[in-house]
Every structure is written in C-alpha cells, then in structure tokens.
Antibody, heavy 121, light 107 residues
Framework: QVQLVQSGSELKKPGASVKVSCKASGYTFTSYAMNWVRQAPGQGLEWMGWINTNTGNPTYAQGFTGRFVFSLDTSVSTAYLQISSLKAEDTAVYYC??????????????WGQGTLVTVSS | DIQMTQSPSSLSASVGDRVTITCRASQSISSYLNWYQQKPGKAPKLLIYAASSLQSGVPSRFSGSGSGTDFTLTISSLQPEDFATYYCQQSYSTLRAFGGGTKVEIK
C-alpha cells in the first residue's frame, strides 16, 4: 500500500542542523510531488512548501526560506527536509505529505507519521 | 496569498449531534477546498477533496459543500471516533494554506 515513513524524533541544540527523511513506498516516487507541513506544539498545520520529485525543484512558503531546504534521493524514493541554524521556535512535528490530484484538483494523501524535532539547550 | 479562516475554533457537541464547521477563503477559490481530520498524536487524514468529494473509506456521515469563498463540513450524526480537530485547506493557489482548525470536543 502507499505509505510514507519518516525518520525518528530528534533532539538538537540551538544553532545545530537537522535532516528529516520521508521514505515513500507503494507507488512511483517521481510521479507525485511531496509537501512538508509543520505543526508547533498545540498549534495548527502550517504548509511549508513542496518539492517537484521529477525535477527536484522546491517551492518554499513565506517564512520558510533561507534555513529550510527540501531535497530528494530518488534512488531510494526518499524526500528530505533540512533545517539549519535551529532555534527554539523550530520545535515542532514535521510531516511529509504526498500531493495527489484529479484534473485541476489537488490534495494531500497520504501523510507520513510525523517527526518531532525538539530544539533545546 | 489566500487566507483561510475557520469557525468556530472549537465546539462542544454530543454523540448523535449534527455538527457544522465553516471555512472562508479571502478570495474566491472555486471548489478547490479540502478537509482533513486530525486526532491527538496522529497525522492528519483526508476526508473531503474538491469541496464535496468524499475520500474513499470515509464514512458517509461526513459531507462537504460550498464554492467560491464559503465552505462547510458537516457531520450528520457525531460518533465517538469523530472527536478531533478539523482543518480546511485551499488548493486553488500553489501556496496551499490551511485554516486554523476547529476542535470538536465532547459535551
């Protein structure tokens, strides 16, 4: 079945970097874009952007430029989110979610299980 | 950028109640509107896409309606497993903003 499996929880110090992985299975990885979504503790969902898995071209939402980088390794059907110069406010659960479409309509399905990144000294 | 506003931010309801959640877009988004359900500690799950299309496997007590700027998610008879937070999301623009969420709690 179609599945996205993310890497495990991370505890990092301020100023460090983290790389979250999202491994896809059950479908052709390069046929669907991948999105990243952040959820801070007790807060709502915040769309971070997406990456074209065919070309590798990323698009970042406002507020997620500079320290956030989306990348791919298509040989292992995996998308990555790297965050550099971590701050306490980056503490959140990060989700990957596949972009699905029908005609001009798009939605996210499925989602990864989420990766908790905690930034604390 | 398109902003999505949900109301109410939370509500209390009883099992068997009819529940309605609204979502308003800051500009017309036609029917490019999705609904997701999220339970505590879990990833969001797609319920409705294209404003009114029910995702496979989702119970028929869930329905979506609306177009343009105003949308509604209705749960016809609330079940114990429906207590969760619900989010709308627009897909009209490539910047796929979510609404702030509506938490459905037990009365």
């Amino acid at each position: 079945q179609v599945q996205l499996v993310q890497s495990g929880s991370e505890l990092k110090k301020p100023g460090a970097s983290v790389k979250v992985s999202c491994k896809a299975s059950g479908y052709t990885f390069t046929s669907y874009a991948m999105n990243w979504v952040r959820q801070a503790p007790g807060q709502g969902l915040e769309w971070m952007g997406w990456i074209n898995t065919n070309t590798g071209n990323p698009t970042y939402a406002q507020g997620f430029t500079g320290r956030f980088v989306f990348s791919l390794d298509t040989s292992v059907s995996t998308a990555y989110l790297q965050i550099s110069s971590l701050k306490a406010e980056d503490t959140a659960v990060y989700y990957c979610a596949r972009d699905r479409s029908s005609g001009w309509y798009n939605w996210f399905d499925p989602w990864g299980q989420g990766t908790l990144v905690t930034v604390s000294s | 950028d398109i902003q999505m506003t949900q109301s109410p931010s939370s509500l209390s309801a009883s099992v068997g109640d009819r529940v309605t959640i609204t979502c308003r877009a800051s500009q017309s988004i036609s029917s490019y509107l999705n609904w997701y359900q999220q339970k505590p500690g879990k990833a969001p799950k797609l319920l409705i896409y294209a404003a009114s299309s029910l995702q496979s496997g989702v119970p028929s007590r869930f329905s979506g309606s609306g177009s343009g700027t105003d949308f509604t998610l209705t749960i016809s008879s609330l079940q114990p497993e429906d207590f969760a937070t619900y989010y709308c999301q627009q897909s009209y623009s490539t910047l796929r903003a979510f609404g702030g969420g509506t938490k459905v709690e037990i009365k």
